[in-house]
């Protein structure tokens, strides 16, 4: 999150991707991956990747102008509301803790967890033309909420490796080609795809195809992800769709968030574990889950926090839950 404690900073790294942005230099900038799930990678990007993936999400959204920076600008998305602001002739607008009273720009980008946490207060963010949503996989009921308030509120799937979101609200932006491998893995092609990973030499895409770690399906040009692969969990023989499980639990009333992973467990080969901020106990949690889902998908164990722990992109931190359970 952008914090007022940390505005020199921010305002650092805007006049560095200013200065490579109108460079000739072709070296390519280098956008470090989140780490969630392992050591960050430091991916290449073009000057040529980056500049159509601006132009594929302009030509998407039907507009230009100036955009909030509201997400830290070190990983590719902070990149893309710099480079997409200057590239329409403006510097990004940087937003402090979230507090969009005095901000005048056109466009904004957050990550699921800053939605959720303004939509009580949507009044000051019905002025943006578009507010881009990505970063990880944001609840639907969250969407509504905010469809609701008025807000133009698109659902974005990317990451690093393909210059962040090109995927906006199922559908590929121009140019960009999904596939599905045989394992379900999603597939991306297209002009917006990095070079390789810095240091690791013949790490770009495999015959201009990139595989990510998520799985999914694409049916009649719109894609659905269903998780990384590694959310899918193997328990007692029975394969679960985790992400399925914590959207579940996000319904319920007394439930303000929760994540599912699995844990290595003697029994069951893994054990789901939903991690939960809010006042429910596990017979609940079950029951819940097992109204819409099958019960053999219900966690048999919940860890009760008070706050969910963020990596600094605002993305859950995956191995701190692990260390918990």
Known sequence: MVNAS?????????????????????APWIAETSGSTGRPKQVQLSRDAVRAAVAASAQR??????????????????????????????????VEDLDFSRVDADFLSLVPTQLHR?????????????????GGPSDAAVRTRAKEAGLNVVATYGMAETCGGV?????????VRIGIGDDARIRISGPTLFDGYAGIPGSGPDEGWFTTADAGSFTDGVLAVFGRVDDMVITGGVKVA????????????????????GVPDPEWGQR???FVVGEVDLDDARDWVGETLPRSWAPRQIVPLTRMPLLDNGKVDRQALLELA
């Open 61 to 94: 959204i039907g507009a230009t102008g100036r955009w909030a920076l509201a997400v830290p600008p070190e990983f590719v998305g902070g990149f893309n509301v710099i480079v997409r602001s200057l590239a329409a002739g403006h510097v990004p607008v940087v």
């Open 6 to 26: 940390e505005r020199d900073g921010v305002v650092e790294r805007i006049q560095a991707v200013r200065a490579w942005w109108e460079s000739d230099d072709p």
């Open 242 to 261: 985790t992400p399925a499980v914590a959207a579940r639990l996000r319904q319920h009333q007394w439930v303000r968030t929760a994540e599912v992973l």
């Open 272 to 274: 789901v574990v939903a």
């Open 167 to 175: 995927v906006y609200d199922g559908r590929p932006l121009e140019g």
């Open 118 to 134: 303004v939509l009580d207060a949507p009044d000051d963010l019905r002025r943006f033309h578009t507010i881009l949503v990505g």
